[in-house]
C-alpha cells in the first residue's frame, strides 16, 4: 500500500490542480468506491456539487479534501490500487474508472492547464474509495482523529515518541508500523529506516534509549524525505501521481526487495524473513538479530 512519501506526492499535485475549484457535479461509477459513505453514491454525488475544494491535507497515509464552505471533507482511501488523476475532460476513459469529478470551468487553475480538466478515482482491486466525513475542530475527518501524527509533521514530539515507544513493550517494526503511535511508516520504509540505523526489525523496544530512539527518527525522516525527492516507491504502475507518471525511489532502496544481493555497506547477503503476512529485508551483520530473534 502507499506510504506517507507517495501519499504526499499525490497531496502536492492535488493541491496545484484541484484546490480551490468548485465541483459541477460528481459521478459514481461504481458503488463499491464510495462503500464507506453509509448514505450511497446518489447522496456522495449530490452533496459534492457546487462546494469549492480546498487545500487537500494529509495525516501519514491518509489524505483528505476539506470543503472550504463546510465542516466536512472527502477522505480518499487508496487502498492497494487507488489512484487519484487529474485529467482532460475528452481524455478516454480507464478502464477501471469508478469516480469522475468535474469542475465549473471559470475555476480552471493557472495558464499551464493544458485545457478543462476532471479529478477521476481509479481503482483497479476496488479495495478504496472516497467518502464524506465530518471534521473535527482539528480540522481531520472524525474517522482518522486517532492517528498519530507523522514524523514529517512540524508539531511531530520526538520526546513523547520515545517514552510511548519505551511503554509499548513490544518489537521495532512493530512499532514503527502502529498509526497510534506513529503514523506514514510501512513495510518498505519501515525496513529502509531499521537498515539506515542498523537495527533488527525484531528488538524490543523495551530497551531503546534516548539517542538510539531519535537516531531511528533521524532515519525515518531522511529516508522519506529522499522518497520524496524522487516522487515515491512505484514496483508497478499501480502507484502513480496525478498525472499518472511513476516514483522511482525503488532504484535507491538499500535493504526492501533485496533478498540474496550484498549489503551495500558490508556486503553480507541480505535476508528475507516472513512477518505478518508481508516480509522484512535485513543485513545479518549489520543488523544483529536479539538473542531471543536468533
Known sequence: MPELPEVEVVRRGLERWVAHRTVAEAEVLHPRAVRRHLAGADDFAHRLKGHRIGTP??????????LEDTDQSILAHLGMSGQLLVQPHDAPDEKHLRIRVRFTETQEPAADAAGPTELRFVDQRTFGGLSLHDNTPDGLPDVIAHIARDPL???????????ALRRKRTTIKRALLDQSLISGVGNIYADEALWRARIHYERPTAGFTRPRSLLLLGHVRDVMNAALTAGGTSFDSLYVNVNGESGYFDRSLDAYGREGLPCRRCGTPMRRRPWMNRSSYFCPRCQ???RAAS
Open 57 to 66: 491535507s494529509r495525516r501519514g497515509k491518509y489524505l483528505w479534501l476539506p
Open 288 to 290: 544483529r538479530a536479539p
Open 153 to 163: 509533521d512540524p508539531l511531530f514530539d520526538d520526546e513523547a515518541f520515545h517514552r
